[in-house]
């Protein structure tokens, strides 16, 4: 399983940004696809989920400016960010899980600054 995450990059407050994860798997529409994110010397943190059926998961830090979405056709998930805060800044991770397995993208970094 290989997962590639693009679309970070520098933004001011306020702005947004759209995040993009391709998986090399087949059968994709099965797995959870979701986004972490983390600062360097601080845990990853869940930002949001979404399982095969399209059902969403968000963390109260970034409900209501998020969103997550998926194209099974196209074997890629997205992370919609809007009204990026500075608090916001940090490397993000994409993942798939299937049961028990987790696998993680290689992440890719947004800055949210003035």
């Known amino acids: 399983v290989q997962l590639q995450a693009s679309g970070g990059g520098l933004v001011q407050p306020g702005g947004s940004l759209r995040l993009s994860c391709a998986a090399s798997v087949s059968t994709f529409r099965r797995y959870v696809m979701g986004w972490y994110r983390q600062a360097p010397g601080s845990q990853r943190e869940f930002v949001a989920s979404?399982?095969?059926?399209?059902?969403?998961n968000y963390s109260d830090s970034v409900k209501g400016r998020f969103t997550i979405s998926r194209d099974n056709g196209k074997n890629t998930v997205f992370l919609q960010m809007n009204s990026l805060k500075p608090e916001d800044t940090d490397v993000y991770y994409c993942?798939?899980?299937?049961?028990?397995?987790?696998?993680w993208g290689q992440g890719t970094l947004v800055t949210v600054s003035s």
């Open positions: 979404i399982s095969s059926g399209g059902s969403t």
């Open positions: 993942y798939l899980r299937w049961g028990s397995a987790v696998y």
